[in-house]
């Protein structure tokens, strides 16, 4: 099980670069609420993606995307 963990996002503020791309099956995901200095795009490739933003829960249906602006808890 993958955990997004402070050091990698830290490694991701960290980062120079316009765009990070990461690459992760859904049921291998277990994340704590964070937030990031860099937007995030997320996509759903099948499935349902649960995604809580400010008090909020969102269902990302496969095949769709969310955007997520920089610096909002997620």
Not at 16 to 33: A, C, G, R
Not at 35 to 44: D, S, V
Request: some cysteine; aromatic content about 14%.
């Amino acid at each position: 099980m993958f955990d997004m963990n402070l050091q990698l996002i830290k490694e991701i503020n960290n980062k120079e670069n316009d765009f990070f791309i990461y690459n992760l099956k859904s049921d291998q995901v277990s994340v704590t609420q964070h937030r990031h200095h860099k937007a995030q795009l997320i996509y759903a490739e099948g499935g349902v993606v649960h995604i809580f933003v400010e008090n909020k829960h969102w269902y990302l249906p496969g095949r769709c995307y969310m955007w997520i602006p920089a610096d909002i808890p997620h």
